[in-house]
């Protein structure tokens, strides 16, 4: 499976952005995708999280109410739509792809598959 991201920037706060990662390559009804971020100085975070079917949804807490996960099955591309945008979002964000027949993980180690990351910066 390989993801790439797309769709970061830089965002005054309060805007909002969209983040598409496109996959490709063997995926499955049997997949969990991940968005995750890292901020400058900080690990890896998860942020958002949903199975391929669409039927189980985890989110941070810190981004709950803001930030939705979408995957569209058609057309192989899972989408975070990020609103209510704030500077603590800054962060390199992560598309990744976890094999298995279960909720998607919060833990970045249990993703098989990464993408290059896209950065978005929010200007206070």
């Known amino acids: 499976v390989q993801l790439v991201e797309s769709g970061g920037g830089l965002v005054q706060a309060g805007g909002s952005l969209r983040l598409s990662c496109a996959v490709s390559g063997r995926i499955n009804n049997w997949y969990a995708m991940g968005w995750f971020r890292r901020a400058p100085g900080k690990e890896r975070e998860f942020v958002a999280g949903?199975?391929?079917?669409?039927?189980?949804?985890y989110y941070a807490d810190s981004v709950k109410g803001r930030f939705t996960i979408t995957i569209n099955n058609a057309e192989n591309t899972v989408d975070l739509q990020m609103n209510s945008l704030k500077p603590e979002d800054t962060a390199v964000y992560y598309c990744?792809?976890?094999?298995?027949?279960?909720?998607?993980?919060?833990?970045?180690?249990?993703?098989?598959?990464w993408g290059p990351g896209t950065q978005v910066t929010v200007s206070s």
């Open positions: 949903m199975t391929w079917t669409g039927d189980i949804t």
């Open positions: 990744a792809a976890e094999a298995g027949d279960h909720p998607p993980n919060r833990l970045d180690y249990a993703y098989d598959s």
